[in-house]
């Protein structure tokens, strides 16, 4: 098989003939081969990612040849170059690159404004790539709005929306959680198996090797070895995050510790944020903060779901949150509904360490999680769902392995849901779970 991109002894020098003189890349042959997920691995400064940027054409080669598709780069014409940019490529960063001023939606069509593709069809294609990343209803947020997790599947989705052969990903996940972290390595594990697009890594991580078939180890400017993996894997959970010991990691205490890390937070606002967070889709982030106090308000009894309503309603200008008037009514509907299951939750609020004794509980929480499901379940799947509700409610289990728990193939002892559905079930327990706290 020929590969898609060869680079001949190349060697790239940063300030050439200057005092500061720098040799980043010295002597680098490598092939990458179509469909191939291919690591760049080595500690920070060896020159992983200039070899990234000589690939894309953004950084002069000094020595050496780079040869795309078989034709030598320096051969490109302008138009082929640009065309490499836009469509061969797609890249992904660690500080995610998105432009802030502008929503999640109008972030991902851009790259398309240089292919001239017609702006509705940019737009359904955005729309698609949302949805399997699970972030459509964030569509029209601005970025700041999102995760940090969230922002960088935006940002996925931009380097796909132009279909390239190739994405180049550059420590991804450097500056994510690692429940964030973990969800972002299988999208492009799923982006290598499920759409056949060839992938390359760049990391200073060792945890993500098995996830590569072959990978590049470089040190000090030079290629060290290439290493063949004979079974390539998605990992799951890190090993650190294996619970320590039964009961210390209760949502309870998990929440207290949430509180101390935001400690410009009082518990009344820490419970607001967490409801609002959940269920805003479509709001500006000044609105965002409006709502957050009217939340605040309404959840400690001080609003009548009449007078909420008047607040969503007015205009921003008079002090409201600005929304139009059936916006306004559907969310008091789908606040009130979720208040009614929190006080409910919060009447049944004893949790045993018996789990006979919180069925009732544990049979609430497992409807309001699944309201939105559209799948069926198994009737093994949903005793396994409700054996990791009781476990997360005792304290056995931390938020971050109910996900996985919920993840995790049904034959290898989980629930068998894919890890968006997982990642946005865990969420709406954590909501719930969220507003039993209070302050001893
Ligand atoms: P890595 O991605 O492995 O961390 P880089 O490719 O970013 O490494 O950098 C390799 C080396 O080249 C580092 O020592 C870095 O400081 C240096 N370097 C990177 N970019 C430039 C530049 N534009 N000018 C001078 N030196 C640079």
Not at 176 to 201: F, G, H, P, Q, Y
Not at 203 to 211: G, I, V
Not at 381 to 394: A, S, V
Request: charged residues 25%.
């Amino acid at each position: 098989m020929e590969p898609i991109i060869k680079t001949e002894n190349i060697k790239v020098i940063y300030n050439k003939g200057q005092d500061n003189q720098y040799i980043a890349l010295n002597d680098i042959s490598i092939e990458v081969f179509p469909e191939e997920y291919l690591i760049f691995f080595g500690p920070s400064g060896c020159g992983k990612s200039t070899l990234l940027y000589t690939i894309l054409g953004l950084q002069k080669l000094s020595e050496g040849k780079l040869y795309i598709k078989g034709k030598d780069s320096a051969s490109f014409s302008e138009a082929e170059k640009r065309n490499m940019d836009s469509q061969f490529f797609g890249i992904v960063f660690q500080n995610f690159n998105l432009i802030y001023s502008l929503n999640v939606l109008d972030n991902i069509t851009l790259p398309q404004v240089f292919i001239e593709a017609d702006q509705e069809a940019r737009k359904a294609k955005a729309h698609t790539l949302l949805a399997r990343f699970g972030i459509e209803t964030r569509a029209k947020n601005l970025p700041a709005s999102l995760s940090g997790g969230q922002q960088q599947r935006v940002a996925i989705c931009r380097s796909l929306v132009n279909d390239p052969v190739v994405l180049l990903a550059d420590e991804p996940v450097g500056n994510l959680d690692s429940e964030s972290a973990r969800i972002v390595m299988e999208t492009l594990w799923d982006i290598n198996k499920k759409d056949k697009k060839t992938v390359i890594l760049v990391t200073h991580d060792p945890s993500y090797l098995p996830f590569a078939d072959r990978i590049y180890y470089f040190k000090d400017a030079k290629l060290e070895k290439v290493v063949k993996n004979a079974n390539p894997q998605p990992m799951h959970a890190k090993p650190n995050e294996t619970p320590q010991s039964q009961g210390q990691d209760t949502p309870l205490g998990e929440l207290e510790k949430m509180a101390r890390a935001h400690n410009f937070m009082t518990v009344p606002q820490l419970k607001a944020w967490s409801v609002t967070n959940y269920l805003t889709d479509e709001f500006t982030v000044n609105q965002l903060e409006r709502l957050e106090k009217c939340m605040e308000e309404i959840l400690a009894g001080e609003l009548s779901e009449h007078q909420f309503f008047e607040r969503l309603n007015m205009p921003y200008s008079d002090g409201g949150v600005g929304l139009y008037r059936g916006t306004a009514i559907r969310f008091v509907r789908k606040i009130s509904s979720v208040l009614k299951e929190v006080k409910e939750f919060l009447q049944h609020l004893k949790i045993s360490k018996d789990p006979e004794k919180n069925a009732k509980l544990v049979d609430m929480l497992r409807k309001f999680l699944l309201e939105e499901y559209r799948g069926t379940l198994k009737e093994g799947q949903i005793e396994l769902l409700e054996k990791g509700i009781n476990d997360r409610l005792l304290g056995a289990m931390s938020a971050a392995q109910f996900s996985v728990l919920l993840d995790k193939p049904f034959a290898e002892g989980g629930v068998g849901l894919n890890s968006l559905t997982a990642e946005h079930l865990s969420e709406r327990l954590e909501i719930i779970l969220a507003q039993a706290y209070e302050v001893s």
